[in-house]
C-alpha cells in the first residue's frame, strides 16, 4: 500500500429541492481509508451519502471517460491517471500508451469533476470489439 495514495473518487451529484443536479461533487477516499472500510466489513465504495445526493460514478487510476478535451469538437475517450483531493483528475487521450512520469512533462488534462460532468462526460468501457458502453457503476 502506498501512503498518501487515493484509492478512488466517488462523484456525486448534489440535487435542488425539485431533483435536479445543482453541481457534481467528489468524494476521494484513500488507499488507507478503502484498506479501513474492507477490514470493518463495510463496502469499499459509499454510495448513500444522504439525502440531497445522487451517487453518479467512481473513478480510479485507470478508468476511462468519454468527454469533451479543451478544443475537441466530438467528445473523445480519456484515461484517468490520477485522482485528486482538490477535485480534480489529471486524464491523457485514452490511445497515450506513454508511462505517467513521460506524460507528466508533456502535461495532462486537469479538468475539476463539476464542468467535466456538468459538460456530459460519462464513465465508459471499451469490450474487446471495440465497442464504448455505458460503465453503469
Sequence with gaps: ???????????????DANGRVKRYLCETVTMLEAVERKRQSVPVVNRDHGPGYKFHCTLSEGDLVEARGPG?????IWKVRTVRESQQLAL???LDARPKAVVQKDGMWS???????RGGARKVLITPLGEVIPAND
Design 1 to 15: 500500500m502506498i501512503p498518501g495514495s487515493n484509492h478512488h473518487a466517488e462523484i456525486l451529484a448534489e440535487l
Design 72 to 76: 475537441d469538437e466530438a467528445s473523445r
Design 92 to 94: 491523457t487521450p485514452a
Design 111 to 117: 479538468p475539476s469533476v463539476n464542468p467535466l460532468f
